[in-house]
């Protein structure tokens, strides 16, 4: 039902920091948790971490944990991934998503997708 646009990708010197967000339309924004995947070409889609619905809770995976820290403003309709000491491998599109459940860590958990944005990490 709701419709997900990611936005604020780019490229970033190796160590740096970005910030992406994901912005939803409708009247519904807060009934849903959020997710951050990301995909490179030749991978499979990688789970970057996920949030409740009022933001209480976080949860990350190993891979990120520590760098990424996931936000959200509903009464924005945004959901925030602030990424920090970037590393060449997370170069990847990457894609918010929205779900009734929590925590969710497949793609199939997940019934709402953005189209992604491009994050770029060179040297």
């Known amino acids: 039902q709701v419709q997900l646009v990611e936005s604020g990708g780019g490229l970033v010197q190796v160590g740096g920091s970005l910030r992406v967000s994901c912005v939803a339309s409708g009247r519904t924004f807060s009934n849903y948790n959020m997710g951050w995947f990301r995909q490179t070409p030749g991978k499979e889609r990688e789970f970057v971490g996920t949030?409740?619905?009022?933001?209480?809770?976080?949860y990350y995976p190993d891979s990120v944990k520590g760098r990424f820290t996931i936000s959200r403003d509903n009464a924005k309709n945004t959901v925030y991934l602030q990424m920090d000491s970037l590393k060449p491998e997370d170069t990847a599109n990457y894609s918010c998503?929205?779900?009734?459940?929590?925590?969710?860590?497949?793609?199939?958990?997940?019934?709402?997708w953005g189209p992604g944005t491009q994050v770029t990490v060179s040297s």
């Open positions: 949030i409740t619905r009022s933001g209480s809770s976080t």
């Open positions: 998503a929205a779900s009734q459940y929590y925590p969710a860590v497949v793609p199939a958990a997940y019934e709402n």
